[in-house]
């Protein structure tokens, strides 16, 4: 794990001692789950173990492992530390793929993955999505990763140390937004597990100190009948939760009770992806389904409406597309002030593999950093015909700074600690851990 605890306090470890604790515990197989930005430490550990051990057997998997079986190139693959690259959803594939290795290694029956064979490559026939995520176990969870400390508006706020938990409820999306790449790892078909394993899973979690429970689904509102038999199973069981969760703006529009019921079901906080506030760039980047693309005026609506549910909003916005000068971002920002939002998040386009605008950049000529490790979404990874890493640094920065020192920013958060008072001391922990001298008094609240 990349966590221990000192003194009470979990911290993370760094790439040595965590190689070190891999190669103390003497594993037979080491496997590897990556985004494109960990490939590079992932390979050098991998590199350093088979340094140690050259019959420890490395499987590669998640994204970046995808994309390069994808891609099919053998010449890349040959030169990795990696015995195995696993493409798509892994854990069936694993489990397979480890009797294989304790048994006759014919590894053509294993569906999904690229087996590095001498100086060549089997690639086996693809593997058809889960749609049954009830037949899996349960994440296994140590100790230690429930009190990795949280840093976000919390419920509880964060002077408590609350504990945190990520849940999975459901997997893909079906949105083709042409920046991500849920498209390209998932299709556009959702898969689901039942809410009463979710629940039972929560249930447990909560015993062993998590706080808040925060859900990974792509899209935890793509069907609203499973957030209502999730949010309704919750309330039966009279569960006092805390969780958030991440939701596409139009998957909600016009659903306005499904917002109060997951508000009375523990829902304190929603994370919308908005991505811009401006319509012809929502267009271009494919924001929504078919013709039915997401506006600014839609984000408006439905964020107002979460509002009045009590609900919290954190945006998920992103800057340095390819059509973007820096005018244009500084003038977007400026309706940004007015997106009812309580918490921001500014991430810099990156072409990351799998992504349709990935592909598309490729065939335009576009030329990507070579360092995968600033493909994290904080870098500007590509030869922006507008902007360099200078200017859009700044704008990030900027902007940020701007959205939490508005006027509107306050009034908002005011309105909203007004309707559910544990949001002042959630607010007010919050800009503490941002540096910020601003705090928010209710009794002056009422006044104004």
Not at 52 to 72: C, D, E, F, M, T
Not at 102 to 127: C, H, M, Q, W
Not at 249 to 260: C, Y
Not at 353 to 366: C, I, K, T
Request: some cysteine.
């Amino acid at each position: 794990m990349p966590f221990k605890e000192v003194n009470g306090k979990v911290i993370s470890i760094d790439e040595k001692e965590m190689t070190e604790r891999i190669v103390d515990f003497k594993p037979d197989i080491a496997a590897y789950s990556m985004f494109t930005c960990q490939y590079p430490m992932g390979k050098r550990i991998a590199r350093e173990l088979k340094r140690r051990n050259k019959n420890i057997v490395n499987v590669a998997g998640n994204r970046y492992s995808s994309y390069l079986h994808q891609r099919r190139e053998i010449e890349v693959l040959i030169q990795e530390p990696f015995d195995f690259f696993v493409s798509g959803e892994g854990e069936e594939i694993f489990r397979e793929l480890l009797m294989e290795i304790e048994g006759n290694e014919d590894y053509e029956n294993v569906r999904g993955i690229a087996a590095k064979k001498g100086n060549s490559v089997l690639f086996t026939s693809p593997r058809e999505r889960n749609f049954n995520l009830d037949k899996l176990p349960n994440a296994l969870r140590f100790d230690v990763i429930l009190k990795q400390p949280y840093k976000g508006i919390s419920i509880p706020p964060l002077s408590e140390n609350p504990g945190y938990a990520i849940m999975e409820a459901s997997r893909g999306c079906f949105y083709q937004c042409k920046f991500c790449d849920v498209p390209g790892f998932y299709g556009n078909k959702l898969s689901f597990r039942s809410p009463e394993r979710v629940v039972d899973e929560m249930s447990g979690l909560k015993d062993k100190g998590a706080d808040i429970f925060y859900f990974i689904d792509m899209n935890f509102t793509a069907s609203k009948r499973f957030v209502h038999n999730l949010c309704q199973e919750i309330i039966r069981r009279r569960l006092d939760f805390s969780w958030y969760c991440m939701s596409n703006i139009d998957s909600v529009d016009g659903e306005w009770e499904l917002l109060s019921e997951m508000k009375e079901a523990g829902c304190y906080k929603i994370a919308w992806g908005i991505e811009s506030t401006n319509d012809d760039s929502l267009k271009k980047m494919n924001k929504g389904v078919n013709e039915n693309i997401l506006s600014y005026e839609q984000s408006i609506r439905v964020l107002d409406k979460s509002v009045e549910a009590g609900i919290l909003n954190q945006g998920y916005y992103i800057i340095g597309f390819p059509w973007e000068n820096e005018d244009d971002i500084l003038e977007n920002a400026e309706r940004l002030k007015y997106v009812p939002i309580h918490q921001l998040n500014i991430g810099i386009f990156t072409p990351i593999p799998l992504s349709r605008l990935r592909y598309e950049m490729v065939e335009q000529g576009y030329i990507f950093d070579s360092d995968l490790t600033r493909h994290d979404r904080n870098h500007l990874v590509f030869n922006h015909k507008y902007l360099d890493e200078k200017t859009i640094k700044y704008l990030q920065k900027k902007i940020h700074g701007d959205f939490y020192e508005s006027r509107n920013f306050i009034d908002r958060v005011e309105r909203s600690c007004l309707m559910d008072e544990r949001y002042v001391k959630a607010f007010n922990d919050y800009f503490a851990f941002l540096g910020k001298d601003t705090r928010i008094n209710l009794q002056e609240a009422l006044v104004s």
